[in-house]
């Protein structure tokens, strides 16, 4: 959430920036710049009766018989129309506090002002894109030929946007996992199990409601399933005052999305599915180390990448592609021979305060400080379903087999290839 006093202060600076997001997020303000100006106008106003509140309570003790009484009228119309000012301000500022929760937050001034994807900007790669010498096939197909993913009976049992993995490949999901987690615990990350079902204000602290609620599954008893570990992660230090910066968590767990906003795209295969299987990181850290943090961060989400040999970019975003809560954000995505096309398998964003002021996760800059506000990043590391789509098409042979990387061999009990189902 963006800071009431910074935005009204800040007015043109505030509508400039989220401009550059697209003509939606800037009309997000009207109502608040509308809201802000009865603020003021009620705070003025319940001060100038404050003060003539005050000079009556004065001259009432002056006073005697019916100048008395008549003061004490005026005393008690004016304290009635205090009241109902207050009232009307507490209103008007929990209408302000519900408005700036649907708006975005700032993008950063070094982000690449643009409209979609098309301006994003590669920044860098790592690898090459591997010589198969035979027509690629997508790792669906390949996965089906093995007899390892199984969308039909996913179908019957749960509906579109659902896979059965069978044997080895559910062997390596798994193993996967474990990889990216102990690379990261090498790295200096602390490892949490998050809770998978969280409450509203859980939801509310790292930005999915109330903006993002109809992609959210909610269970009968008011929880929500989280879409991410990032959720109950950042919550881990809500309403807190952390005593020493950085702090830096990994954490493994399902991930749960309704894709209301996907109709039509990537309906086949393991791409973009209700519910599927990530490791997050994500860190605190203070505002001046933020931006050196993301870039540390992009770094550790690409380490697995680079161990399991599989050629990937870096791409910046640009102002118009950028997630709600992110400040900036850096994207990995991963070649895909059988798609022909490089796809997203992580994100990592920095959100700066925006995140921390909703959920009131604060720092002591020193001992006797004065709190303020943590920055928080976040960042997959890696989306692991996405990883398995990546192995199986990089790895991909003429056979139908897929060799795997020789980092994940000791994980999966020294496998080197899926073979053909016999």
């Known amino acids: 959430m963006l800071d009431l006093r910074w935005v009204i202060a800040n007015l043109d600076e505030t509508k400039r920036r989220l401009a550059t997001r697209g003509p939606a997020a800037a009309s997000a303000l009207s109502v608040i710049e509308q809201l802000a100006a009865e603020r003021k106008a009620l705070i003025q106003s319940t001060e100038t009766r404050r003060a003539e509140q005050k000079k009556a309570s004065e001259q ?18 004016l304290s009635d129309e205090v009241k109902e000012k ?13 408005a700036l929760l649907t708006v975005p937050n700032l993008p950063h001034e070094t982000v690449t002002v643009g409209h979609d994807p098309e301006q994003n900007v590669v920044v860098r790669a790592w690898g090459e894109k591997p010589r198969l010498g035979f027509s690629p096939r997508q790792h669906d197909e390949l996965g089906e030929r093995l007899g390892m993913l199984d969308f039909a009976r996913a ?3 749960s509906g579109a946007r659902f896979v059965f993995y069978r044997g080895d490949l559910a062997r390596l999901e798994r193993a996967l996992v474990s990889f990216f987690i102990d690379l990261h615990r090498e790295r200096g990350y602390v490892e949490l199990i998050p809770p998978y079902l969280v409450n509203a204000d859980s939801m509310r602290g790292t930005g999915q409601l109330p903006k993002f609620e109809e992609d959210l599954f909610k269970t009968t008893n008011g929880f929500y399933l989280i879409p991410t570990a990032e959720v109950p992660v950042t919550n881990y230090h809500r309403d807190e005052i952390l005593s020493d910066l950085p702090v830096k968590y990994c954490a493994y767990s399902p991930c749960f999305r309704s894709e209301a906003g996907s109709y039509g795209k990537d309906t086949k295969g393991i791409i973009r599915q209700h519910q599927f299987h990530k490791v997050e990181l994500v860190r605190f850290e203070k505002p001046e180390s933020a931006l050196e943090a993301l870039e540390q961060l992009v770094d550790d989400a690409q380490e697995p990448l680079r161990r399991l040999g599989l050629h990937h970019r870096v791409v910046a975003l640009c102002t118009g592609d950028l997630g709600f809560a992110a400040e900036k954000t850096y994207d990995l995505e991963v070649w895909l021979p059988g798609q022909d096309a490089y796809r997203e398998i992580s994100s990592c964003s920095t959100c700066s305060d925006f995140q921390a002021r909703r959920a009131q996760i604060r720092f002591r800059p020193e001992p006797q400080g004065k709190p303020r506000f943590a920055y928080t990043l ?12 990546a192995i199986l098409e990089n790895g991909q042979q003429a056979d139908g087999s897929v060799v795997l990387p020789a980092a994940i061999r000791p994980y999966v009990g020294g496998i080197e290839r899926l073979g053909p189902a016999p």
């Open 60 to 77: 009432l003790r002056t006073l005697r018989g019916e100048e008395q009484a008549r003061l004490r009228a005026e005393l008690k119309a």
């Open 86 to 98: 207050d009232k009307r301000l507490k209103e008007v500022e929990d209408q302000i506090e519900a």
């Open 378 to 389: 976040n960042g997959s590391g890696l989306a692991v379903g996405r990883t398995v789509v």
């Open 155 to 157: 179908g019957k049992v």
